[in-house]
């Protein structure tokens, strides 16, 4: 397996991943994260919203950085 298709499969469950914690974000209700109980994994609401917010801000760097590099060709070399 190339080292092209290794990334592409990163960046797609980065995407993946990424509208998956987009859909449990909660505005002001419990958004979808209620139907999993997902509060329940955590000790509190802002400790769950706080860990929702830090992966959600790193799969976002993952899927902006592999869509520059894979979009500029830099691993057809």
Do not use: C, Y
Request: charged share 10%; glycine share 10%.
């Amino acid at each position: 397996m190339a080292i092209t298709n290794i990334v592409q499969v990163i960046w797609a469950l980065s995407a993946l991943g990424l509208i998956i914690l987009v859909l449990l974000h909660s505005p002001k209700g419990d958004g979808l994260g209620g139907l999993g109980g997902q509060a329940q994994l955590f000790t509190s609401t802002k400790s769950a919203e706080t860990t929702l917010n830090r992966v959600t801000w790193t799969l976002t760097v993952v899927f902006m950085t592999l869509t520059v590099v894979l979009s500029a060709g830099w691993l057809n070399k």
